[in-house]
C-alpha cells in the first residue's frame, strides 16, 4: 500500500490504531472460517464514528476496498481481507452509550460484545434476546451484518426483529441514519435491508437495540430419545400442538459425546436429544411442561429432566452452546454447515445425511435449532490426510444442495459470505441475483465495501443494466455459471 495512504490512515487513527506489521496483520488474515485466508495491506482500529467515516472517506478517495470487522468469529469467511485491501476492526467502539428501561432499548457501539448487553441490563429484569452460541466473544456489529441467530430466536425473532435503527458510513464515507427510535417508521425499511447485508452496504457505527422483559418463569427440560427422528417427530408435535417455546434445541449421539467430553453437561447418553425451553407466566409454563412431557413420552423418549436450579440450567446451555468448538474433542478437524430445511424435513434430510456419510466415509455430527428447522451438520475430517479436507468440502457442499432441494436454503444464520457465494446460483436465479446487485450498487457503486462476497461472481456497478443475457456456452447447456 503507497505510503500516502498509510499516512493518512495513520493521521486519523494514531500510530497505535493502524497496523501494518506482517506478523500483527496475520491475526486479521481470516475469521472463524480458517480454510481461507488473506493477508490485508493494513489493518485500522477506529475508536469513534467521526474516525471510521474519516478512514472511508480516504479508502474512497484512494480507491482502496475495506472490510469491517468486529471479533472475527463470523463461520462464512464475511470478514475475509480483500487482497490489498484494508480491515477496518471496530473492536476499540465497545461502549453500551444508552440504556432506556421506559422504551426498552439500548444504543450501543458496534463492537460491544452479545452478552454484554445482557449483562448490562439485567439487574433491571430485562435481557438482549437473539443469543449466537458464540456470544460470549461476537459483536453486535457482526451480528446485525449477519442477522444472527440463537437458540431463543425461535420464539423472540433473530437480530433483524431487534434492531430499531442504525447509523451507518455508507462506503464513499457519507454518514447515513436508517431507522430510529420507534418502531414501524414510513418509508422503505432500509435499515432492515443493512441488517444482514454481510458487511457489504457500509459500516455500522451505532446501532439501536430493542431489549426484551425477562420472564417470570423460565423451565428448561431434557428428552433423550433413541433416535434423532423420534426427537424430530416430537418437534413437530409440540410446534404442531400451537406451542412456541422459547427454544427447541437438538444434538445427535457425536455431538453429545463431544459436548460431554469438554463441558460434562451431564446428557443422557442417546441418539437424540432435545432441549426445550419454556418461559412465561408460571401457570402457562406448567401447563405448558405437562403438554411436551407428554408429547415426548408419545414419541418414544425415555428419559425427561428438568433443570431444578439456574445452576443446571446454566449446564446444560453451555454443552449445547459449546458443542461446535467441542467438536475438537472428536475429530483433529471439522467443517460447519448451517443449512435450512423445513422442520418436516427433518427426518428426511438425517437419513440422506447418514447415506453421505457412510459413501464418503465422512463422520457427521449434528446440532440443530430443530424449531426453526436450522441444521449444523459437522463434517469431521483429519486435514493431515490428503485429499480429506476437499473430500468434507465436497460433503458439506451436497448438504447444502440438499437442503434446496428440500425447499430450504443454503444458510440459517452464519451467512453467505466467502464460502457460500458460489452456491447461490443454485438457490436464486439470475434476474433474482440482479435484483440484489441493484441494491449493493445503489450503496456502492465504486465496490469497495467487502467486494467479492455472496454474490457467485464479480460484477460492477456500471457493466450492464437491463435483463441478464446468457453467455452462449450457457444456451447451449455446455456451461453453468455458479
Ligand atoms: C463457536 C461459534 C458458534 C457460533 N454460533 C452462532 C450462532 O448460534 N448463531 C449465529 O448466527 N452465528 C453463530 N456463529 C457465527 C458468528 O459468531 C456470527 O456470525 C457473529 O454475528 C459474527 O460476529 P463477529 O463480531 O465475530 O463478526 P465478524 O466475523 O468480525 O464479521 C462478520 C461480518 O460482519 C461484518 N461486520 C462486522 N462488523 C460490522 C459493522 N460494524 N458494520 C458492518 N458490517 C460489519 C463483517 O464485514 C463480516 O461480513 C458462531 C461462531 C462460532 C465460532
Known sequence: MRTEVLDALRSIVGKSGLITEPEQLHTYECDGLTNFRVLPSAVVLPSSAQQVQDVVKVCHREKVPFVARGSGTGLSGGALPVKDGIVISLARMNHILEVDYPNARVVVEPGVINADVTVRVSPNGY?????????????????????????????????????????????????????????????????????????????????????????????????????????????????????????????????????????????????????????????????????????????GAWEIRVAQTQAERDVVWKGRKAAFAAMGRISPSYMVQDGVIPRTALPKILSEIEKL?????????????????????????????????????????????????????????????????????????????ETMQLVRCAFDPDRLCNP??????????????GPYKPHPLEVAGVAQFF
Not at 160 to 187: C, I, K, N, Q
Not at 452 to 465: G, H, I, L, Q, Y
Request: with cysteine; hydrophobic share 40%; proline share 5%.
Open 127 to 299: 435481557f438482549y434476546a437473539p443469543d449466537p452460541s458464540s456470544q460470549s466473544v461476537c459483536s453486535i456489529g457482526g451480528n446485525v451484518a449477519e442477522n444472527s441467530g440463537g437458540a431463543h430466536c425461535l420464539k423472540y425473532g433473530f437480530t433483524t426483529t431487534h434492531v430499531l435503527g442504525l447509523e451507518v458510513v455508507l462506503p464513499d464515507g457519507s454518514m447515513a441514519h436508517l431507522g430510529g427510535r420507534t418502531l414501524d417508521r414510513p418509508g422503505y425499511d432500509v435499515a432492515g435491508v443493512f441488517v444482514g447485508s454481510e458487511g457489504t452496504l457500509g459500516i455500522a457505527t451505532k446501532v439501536i437495540l430493542r431489549i426484551v422483559k425477562r420472564p417470570a418463569v423460565i423451565r428448561t427440560l431434557l428428552a433423550a430419545f433413541n433416535t434423532t427422528n423420534e426427537a424430530g417427530a416430537a418437534v413437530s408435535g409440540i410446534i404442531g400442538a400451537g406451542m412456541l417455546p422459547a427454544a427447541i434445541e437438538m444434538m445427535d449421539n457425536l455431538s453429545i459425546q463431544a459436548a460431554e467430553a469438554s463441558v460434562h453437561a451431564n446428557y443422557p447418553d442417546c441418539g437424540g436429544l432435545l432441549l426445550v425451553e419454556l418461559d412465561g407466566p408460571e401457570a402457562e409454563v406448567e401447563a405448558l411442561t405437562d403438554e411436551v412431557e407428554r408429547i415426548c413420552k408419545e414419541c
Open 452 to 465: 467479492d462476497k455472496v454474490f457467485p461472481r464479480t460484477r460492477m456497478c456500471a457493466e450492464r443494466t
Open 357 to 433: 456419510s457412510a459413501t464418503m466415509g465422512l463422520k457427521v455430527a449434528n446440532v440443530f435449532h430443530a424449531g426453526d428447522g436450522n441444521l449444523h451438520p459437522l463434517v469431521l475430517y483429519d486435514g493431515r490426510i490428503p485429499g480429506q479436507e476437499k473430500l468434507a468440502e465436497e460433503l458439506s457442499g451436497r448438504i447444502l444442495e440438499l437442503c434446496v432441494e428440500m425447499g430450504g436454503s443454503i444458510t440459517g444464520e452464519h451467512g453467505v459470505g466467502e464460502e457460500k457465494k458460489h452456491f447461490m446460483s443454485k438457490m436464486f436465479a439470475e434476474p433474482d441475483l
